[in-house]
C-alpha cells in the first residue's frame, strides 16, 4: 500500500497570506495526484488532478505542483473561504486508491 | 450537471448490515468508475473501493474485502454499498464519488451517516 503523508498536520495563516501544504507519498505516484478541500459537514471538493491541473471552476489562486514523491498544494492569498481541511489523494496504483490524513488550514 | 443522491442516515445494531445507495445523474452512468469513500467523526477520508457499472466489476481495499459488496443497477443509474457485519468503529459518513477519467474523484454524493450502536 502506498502511504501518503501530509504535512503539517495544521497550518495558522493570516487572510491574504500564502499557504503551503505538502503531501509526500512513500513511492512514486507519478503525478496521479489530487488534492481536495473539505469544510465542516460537507462532502469533499476536487481541487487539483494530475498534480497540477485545477478542476472547474476552481479559482486561479489554488495551484498544485510535484511528481514522483512530493508534492505541493499552494493558495496564493488565502480568502475567508479557504479555511477548511485539505486532503491529497494517490490514483497511481488503481487497485489501492489512499488518501493523505489531512491538513488543516486555519485562521492566525 | 452531475448529480449524487445519496440515501438517508441509518441506525444499525452491532452484527446488522447496511446498504447505501447512490443515485447518478447528469451524465452516463455507465461510463464512469464509481468509488466509496467513508469518514469516521473527526477522521479523515478512508478509501473503500470502486465499482465499473458498465461491468459490474469491482475492486475493494484490502481492508474491506470479504465485508464489502458493490453492486449497481445502470436501469435506474444507481450505485449501491452494502457493508455487513457492522461493528461501532463502522460509525462514520459514507460517500459515493464519481472518478473522472484518470481515477480522481471529480463529484461526490452528500453523504449518508451510518451510526452502529447497541
Known amino acids: 500500500e502506498i502511504v501518503m503523508t501530509q504535512s503539517p498536520a495544521t497550518l495558522s495563516v493570516s487572510p491574504g497570506e500564502r499557504a503551503t501544504l505538502s503531501c509526500r507519498a512513500s513511492?512514486?505516484?507519478?503525478?496521479?495526484l489530487a488534492w481536495y478541500q473539505q469544510k465542516p459537514g460537507q462532502a469533499p471538493r476536487l481541487l487539483i488532478y494530475g498534480a497540477s491541473t485545477r478542476a472547474t471552476g476552481i479559482p486561479a489562486r489554488f495551484s498544485g505542483s510535484g511528481s514522483g514523491t512530493e508534492f505541493t498544494l499552494t493558495i496564493s492569498s488565502l480568502q475567508s473561504e479557504d479555511f477548511a481541511v485539505y486532503y491529497c489523494q494517490q490514483y497511481n496504483n488503481w487497485l489501492e486508491d489512499t488518501f493523505g490524513q489531512g491538513t488543516k488550514l486555519e485562521i492566525k | 450537471q452531475v448529480q449524487l443522491v445519496q440515501s438517508g442516515a441509518e441506525v444499525k445494531k452491532p452484527g446488522a448490515s447496511v446498504k447505501v445507495s447512490c443515485k447518478a445523474s447528469?451524465?452516463?452512468?455507465?461510463?464512469?468508475?464509481m468509488h466509496w469513500v467513508r469518514q469516521a467523526p473527526g477522521q479523515g477520508l478512508e478509501w473503500m473501493g470502486w465499482i465499473n457499472p458498465n461491468s459490474g466489476g469491482t475492486n475493494y481495499a484490502q481492508k474491506f474485502q470479504g465485508w464489502v459488496t458493490m453492486t449497481r443497477d445502470t436501469s435506474i443509474s444507481t450505485a449501491y454499498m452494502e457493508l455487513s457485519r457492522l461493528r461501532s468503529d463502522d460509525t462514520a459518513v459514507y460517500y459515493c464519488?464519481?472518478?473522472?477519467?484518470?481515477?480522481?474523484?471529480?463529484?461526490w454524493g452528500q453523504g449518508t451517516l451510518v451510526t452502529v450502536s447497541s
Open positions: 513511492q512514486s505516484v507519478s503525478s496521479n
Open positions: 464519488a464519481r472518478a473522472g477519467t484518470g481515477g480522481y474523484l471529480a463529484d
Open positions: 447528469g451524465y452516463t452512468f455507465t461510463g464512469y468508475y
